[in-house]
């Protein structure tokens, strides 16, 4: 007798995923252990009950979600507004971003999948289309290609400190604002409402990126870097200080996720070197950056930091090659850890694709100083461009240091909606971080206003 709650999980699965799924996927998907025959029947009998249609023959075999026109439209609409996501997603991204937001139970529990980084072979295999690649060395070129390494990435250090740490930090939950972190790295001032853990992330940040930056000559893909990398990463922050800097030698869990990583040391070292090797070997510095971004996430190679540690080194190749950084402006935290999801529990790398190439784009566009002049404007700024424009007035006519103007914009994003605070804060700590003489015009300020500001500003 077959059991309905089988059936059930077996058509929303399929239903998830817009383009089809063939039966050996399915396998793996489901959250419970089924033979290959007895699945087959189960797909014959939600056919027979017009709950699914099969398409192809063989091995091209794949199974839909039977849902009429009218259904199937809505279904889209409502999945779009589920996402909650500012990324464009492809339909394979949308794919993933369904199955990883299943219920945990409903997820088939998976361990580390060695054969995922084996098979990959440098140059010869990518996880970026030939496409990809350009769009992403157009974005990227700073015309600076010619120069020593690490020329391009001096030039913005001051700047590259600020973002890097901040939505790096952001990114594991730190609450740190923009200006926070400002005032923190070049002032050395505390706010009195964070806790030394997450003023202790930010430091570390900033040291980590000191050190690829004025080593540009030294760092790669090899043990030195990663290791120290990740020993300023984790530098008064994980329990036992001695793993600060050396490779995990037990067994850890990921939360929120079925997936369990390597917990074997011997395996774990090798895998490490492995993707070293690997990566070392990969000439495309997009792609060198990717690979890093998804395969030590994925061995989990170290007790804690793991992605912080693949998220700064993504920059190596980019800098060396003169490129602009990868600094991970704007982008939203569950987006990022949906993507790490759909490599940890499904070896799919599309969603976190999504996620790298619209990352990259606005990373580039802001160090190249044109984000202002490309795409389509900002419709939170239309929406709150009189709001910007007031509190950003207000603190300069007022010549307000960083620690006043920082409760000003707390006091002003009281009076907004509580989805938007956060993003009205860091638009408007942007704008006074970008602040200069050739556009401050655009805020009805005077030039002895902004004269006296600046002053106390930078001071």
């Not at 200006?179 to 964070?194: A, Q």
């Not at 704008?431 to 005077?446: D, S």
């Amino acid at each position: 007798m077959e059991n309905r709650d089988e059936l059930q999980l077996i058509k929303e699965i399929i239903a998830s995923t817009s383009d089809g799924i063939g039966i050996e996927q399915l396998l793996r998907l489901l959250p419970f252990q089924i033979e290959k025959r007895a699945l087959q029947r189960r797909l014959k009998s939600l056919r027979e009950k017009n709950l699914i249609l099969k398409k192809g023959e063989a091995r091209s075999t794949k199974y839909y979600a039977n849902v009429p026109e009218q259904t199937q439209d809505s279904r889209k609409i409502i999945s779009e507004e589920e996402l909650k996501s500012t990324i464009p997603l492809s339909h394979e991204g949308k794919d993933v971003w369904a199955l990883v937001s299943r219920p945990v139970a409903q997820r088939k529990p998976v361990g580390y999948e060695r054969s995922f980084l084996e098979n990959y072979r440098p140059n010869i295999d990518s996880f970026l289309s030939k496409e990809e690649k350009q769009k992403l060395a157009e974005w990227g070129n700073t015309r600076n290609g010619e120069q020593p390494a690490g020329t391009y990435a001096r030039e913005i250090l001051n700047r590259l400190l600020i973002d890097l740490s901040w939505n790096s930090s952001r990114l594991e939950g730190n609450t740190y604002s923009l200006l926070d972190t400002e005032l923190l790295i070049h002032n050395g001032k505390t706010p009195s409402n964070k806790s030394p853990m997450e003023t202790q992330m930010i430091l570390n940040h900033k040291e980590a990126i000191e050190f690829l930056v004025e080593s540009s000559d030294e760092v790669g893909f090899n043990r030195y870097t990663f290791l120290n990398l990740h020993a300023l990463l984790s530098n008064n922050l994980l329990p036992n200080p001695a793993a600060s800097g050396r490779l995990r030698t037990f067994g850890v869990g990921i939360t929120n996720s079925v997936y369990t990583p390597l917990g074997i040391p011997q395996l774990i070292e090798e895998s490490f070197d492995l993707i070293l090797a690997k990566a070392s070997q990969i000439q495309n510095p997009f792609e060198q950056a990717f690979f890093v971004l998804v395969q030590l996430p994925y061995l989990q190679p170290f007790d804690d930091v793991n992605k912080r540690v693949s998220r700064l080194a993504a920059n190596i190749p980019l800098n060396r090659h003169n490129l602009a950084p990868l600094s991970f402006i704007d982008v939203p935290e569950e987006s990022y850890i949906k993507g790490i999801l759909g490599i940890y529990e499904l070896n799919r790398i599309e969603l976190f694709k999504d996620v790298f190439l619209w990352a990259y784009e606005r990373s580039a566009l802001r160090y190249a100083a044109i984000r202002q002049s490309l795409g389509e404007p900002d419709p939170f700024r239309m929406k709150y461009r009189e709001e910007i424009r007031g509190i950003v007035s207000l603190i300069v006519s007022n010549a307000m240091d960083k620690e006043a103007a920082s409760q000003a914009i707390k006091s002003e994003v009281k009076k907004l909606a509580e989805p938007d605070r956060s993003r009205f804060s860091e638009v408007v700590e942007t704008e006074l971080l970008g602040l200069h003489e050739g556009n401050f015009a655009r805020y009805r300020i005077r030039p002895s206003e902004f004269t006296a500001w600046k002053k106390r500003w930078d001071s």
